[in-house]
T-cell receptor, first 116, second 109 residues
Framework: DSGVTQTPKHLITATGQRVTLRCSPR?????VYWYQQSLDQGLQFLIQ???????AKGNILERFSAQQFPDLHSELNLSSLELGDSALYFC???????????????FGNGTRLTVT | DAKTTQPPSMDCAEGRAANLPCNHS???????VYWYRQIHSQGPQYIIH???NNETNEMASLIITEDRKSSTLILPHATLRDTAVYYC??????????FGKGTRLHILP
């Protein structure tokens, strides 16, 4: 058990809809990262938050947004969903703010999103 | 884009040592090298990390070259449960932790 909790585990929705994915980081971790993994693809970095502030941004679509709340949990909002958004969405947390920090990522078990 | 290079796949006989290479030639001086693995569609699992010195833990050993441009993850006695995709990270810009396509390790019985 990594200590990172993602909900829901599965989500099925229709095109054009909006969904919210939730992530609770490990106790003591201040950074939260979001990744997208499509079928048989690698992990695509979306965005990172550190202690409530956006820290780094990847190729995140404008239809997607995220935030980290004062209690450090994070939410990833996906809107105007398209079939191509079907994927596994992983959240990870770490203690430090950057890749130079002596702090590994710990991943949740992901949310499997299916857009029909 | 990822700044690491790994072979797309490798085979290893069960019980033998699996040596997985990674090239991270753009790594900066204060950046750690991390290794993770992903079994099927589970969340990636942290394995080991290092800065300059070689490291060992209960899962694996990490050998980093003196110039820090490459590293090797060693699984000393591979089992079928080690079948997974292995990722190394390092050399990314702007604090983005980017994963490449990794190495798919097949353990042969």
């Amino acid at each position: 058990d990594s200590g990172v909790t993602q909900t829901p585990k599965h989500l099925i929705t229709a095109t054009g809809q909006r969904v919210t994915l939730r992530c609770s980081p490990r106790s003591g971790d201040l950074s939260v990262y979001w990744y997208q993994q499509s079928l048989d693809q690698g992990l695509q970095f979306l965005i990172q938050y550190y202690n409530g502030e956006e820290r780094a941004k990847g190729n995140i679509l404008e239809r997607f947004s995220a935030q980290q709340f004062p209690d450090l949990h994070s939410e990833l909002n996906l809107s105007s969903l398209e079939l191509g958004d079907s994927a596994l969405y992983f959240c990870a947390s770490s203690q430090g703010p950057s890749r130079s920090y002596n702090s590994p990522l710990h991943f949740g078990n992901g949310t499997r999103l299916t857009v029909t | 884009d990822a700044k690491t290079t790994q072979p797309p796949s490798m085979d290893c006989a069960e019980g033998r040592a699996a040596n997985l290479p990674c090239n991270h030639s753009t790594i900066s001086g204060n950046e750690y090298v991390y290794w993770y693995r992903q079994i099927h569609s589970q969340g990636p699992q942290y394995i080991i990390h290092g800065l300059k010195n070689n490291e060992t833990n209960e899962m694996a050993s990490l050998i980093i070259t003196e110039d820090r441009k490459s590293s090797t993850l060693i699984l000393p006695h591979a089992t079928l449960r080690d079948t997974a995709v292995y990722y190394c990270t390092g050399g990314n810009r702007d604090d983005k932790i980017i994963f490449g396509k990794g190495t798919r390790l097949h353990i042969l019985p």
